[in-house]
């Protein structure tokens, strides 16, 4: 079946950039989700973007698409502590079978 | 305001109980999904219902049970031969590409 992978753990300083990584195995059109959840909390949908673009940028959050390697990034600028969370990336069609999401990436921003 | 209600926050469950999650939306959404999520695990896919009056097994639906005879309504039962589910419980829905819309989720502990 369709897989989704990401690195556990991330820490960065405060005012410096975020990259998360995610890397998918579905090789059909597709979309792409990120999604941020604090502690105790439900998921919360940040931003998306479809297989046929290279990138999308919504004010601090950059999201980059390498569609030759199956790999997605979400950059968060200027980070601050309030972004610390788990970050989970996810695939699919909806409406179709469900997203596969990925293990999350738990960010820790250092003050 | 439009979302997704999660109940009850907390709740315990004595050994051989079988006790009922409640998820209702007020997104006039087709599929709704729940998911169990356990550290380090991700989100695991427990079942989801693309339509009312009818639902389909996720990765890990032995132990659970769930019924869909309202659009608005999803409630998942978690059963007796459920022998490990002490873990967080989340519910979504999706209507479009847009992605999944979570609720809060519901923290359950056998004690």
């Known amino acids: 079946g369709e897989d989704v992978e990401q690195s556990l753990f991330l820490s960065v300083r405060e005012g410096d950039s975020s990259v998360i990584n995610c890397t998918y195995t579905?090789?059909?059109?597709?979309?792409l989700y990120w999604y941020k959840q604090e502690p105790g909390a439900g998921l919360q949908l940040l931003t998306y973007?479809?297989?046929?673009?290279d990138m999308k940028q919504d004010q601090r959050l950059t999201v980059l698409l390498n569609k030759k390697d199956k790999h997605l990034s979400l950059r968060i600028a200027d980070t601050q502590t309030g972004d610390s969370a788990i970050y989970f990336c996810?695939?699919?069609?909806?409406?179709?079978?469900?997203?596969?999401f990925g293990k999350g990436t738990r960010l820790s921003v250092i003050a | 305001d439009g979302g997704i209600t999660q109940s009850p926050k907390y709740l315990f469950r004595k050994e051989g109980q079988n006790v009922t999650l409640s998820c209702e939306q007020n997104?006039?959404?087709?599929?709704m999904y729940w998911y169990r999520q356990d550290p380090g695990q991700g989100l695991r896919l427990i079942y989801y219902?693309?339509?009312?009056?009818?639902?389909q097994k996720g990765d890990i639906a032995e132990g659970y049970s769930v019924s869909r005879e309202k659009k608005e309504s999803f409630p998942l039962t978690v059963t007796s031969a459920q022998k490990n589910p002490t873990a967080f419980y989340l519910c979504?829905?999706?209507?479009?590409?847009?992605?999944?819309?979570f609720g809060s989720g519901t923290r359950l502990t056998v004690v």
């Open positions: 979504a829905s999706t209507q479009g590409l847009g992605g999944y819309t």
């Open positions: 579905d090789s059909s059109s597709t979309y």
């Open positions: 973007i479809f297989s046929n673009m």
């Open positions: 996810a695939e699919g069609f909806p409406g179709n079978t469900p997203l596969v």
């Open positions: 997104l006039n959404h087709d599929a």
């Open positions: 219902s693309q339509i009312v009056n009818d639902f």
